[in-house]
């Protein structure tokens, strides 16, 4: 459960305001828990969960519906570490299809009612916060510093010039709040210490690279094409003009470092083939959209609102002006990579 994270009874309107948290990012955090504290118990009960709701199922009937996912045995077993999609607002497994329109403050979710949740000049940060499976709407406000998780009170976190970059940072199966901060290349994770990674100018790029279940620390510096991984060895990959497109392709569980070359509107993925797929203008929408535990390639046309999502279906959703709630879409934003 992220500090501070507080429900309220009533889920709908606009954000409120909140007693201030235990630590913050103005503050740093003193005494607060070293990273990595948290265990994996709390992912295998949640997947043992999933696994007996599915196989209730057959109570009752005069056959057997197997519904459990082979990637639930696997991670299970400890073949695999339990991910799950981005952006899964209705917890069903795999990404949906999501606009923000900071016209209105709307969210728009594929095959959901629209909810007001923010205001022009927002940032979008959708993410687990109290890690029950499914993706709450939530905005970070860079005007106070605040966060309006749907459903929870607001939480201060940050300045108005961080990058906010959510991630489940102690690995107990919970998004935590986070921000980057490129005046001093610090990273603010909340409740732990803060932790000096990067320079001014790079472009933070969140990610479970050693697939231990955990996101890492990293960031992807321009200046030098260079990809650095808190704990590994650092990688050149991409070039000039790339936008970061880090997530698990293979779908082996850990993230694979991609870019998207806006130049040659090629995907270039480390350790596989090069993808050809969207056209200039596009904005890069990565997710597991059909929930088989691998990143889909998929970008977003704003030409013709259209969604492409490779080998799956191309479903027109947005209007003109919307922002496509992909992660890591408000790091590219805000680092200047996409308009
Ligand atoms: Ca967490
Ligand atoms: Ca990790
Ligand atoms: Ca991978
Ligand atoms: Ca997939």
């Known amino acids: 459960m992220v500090r501070g994270l507080r429900k309220v009874k009533h889920n709908e309107g606009v954000p409120r305001t909140a007693p201030p948290p235990k630590t913050s990012a103005q503050g740093e955090g003193k005494g607060a828990p070293p990273l990595g504290s948290g265990g994996p118990q709390t992912r295998k009960k949640k997947i043992l969960l999933r696994c007996i709701v599915g196989a209730s199922i057959v109570v009752g009937a005069s056959w057997v519906v197997f519904t459990i996912k082979p990637t639930w045995w696997a991670q299970l077993k400890g073949h695999l570490p339990f991910h799950s999609a981005p952006c899964d607002y209705d917890g069903d497994g795999d990404t949906d299809i ?26 979008p940060v959708p993410g687990d916060y109290d890690g029950d499976g499914t993706t709450e709407i939530g905005v970070w406000r860079p005007s106070n510093g605040k966060w309006y998780i749907q459903g929870y009170l607001s939480v201060p976190y940050g300045l108005s010039g961080d990058i906010p970059v959510p991630g489940d940072y102690d690995g107990d199966g919970d998004t935590d709040i986070a921000v980057w901060r ?14 000096p990674y990067g320079l001014s100018g790079d472009i933070p790029v969140p990610g479970d690279y050693d697939g231990d279940g ?16 808190q704990g590994q060895s650092s990688v050149a990959y991409g070039l000039s003009g790339d936008i970061p497109v880090p997530g698990d392709y293979d779908g082996d569980g850990d993230t694979d470092i991609a870019v998207w070359r806006p130049s040659s509107l090629t995907w270039y993925i480390q350790g596989q083939s090069s993808v050809a797929y969207g056209l200039s203008g596009d904005i890069p929408v990565p997710g597991d959209y059909d929930g088989d535990g691998d990143t889909d390639i998929a970008v977003w046309r704003p030409s013709s ?29 805000r680092t200047g990579l996409i308009p």
């Open 98 to 123: 999501a606009v923000w329109r900071p016209s209105n403050g709307r969210w728009y979710i594929q095959g959901q009612s629209s909810a007001l949740w923010g205001v022009s000049g927002d940032c």
């Open 214 to 229: 955990d996101t890492d620390i990293a960031v992807w510096r321009p200046s030098s094409l260079t990809w650095y991984i």
């Open 305 to 333: 609102l259209t969604w492409y999502i490779q080998d799956l279906s191309s479903p027109q959703w947005g209007a003109s002006g919307d922002i496509p709630l992909a992660q890591n879409i408000w790091i590219w934003k």
């Open 182 to 195: 490129p005046s001093n290349g610090k990273w603010y994770i909340q409740g732990y210490l803060s932790v």
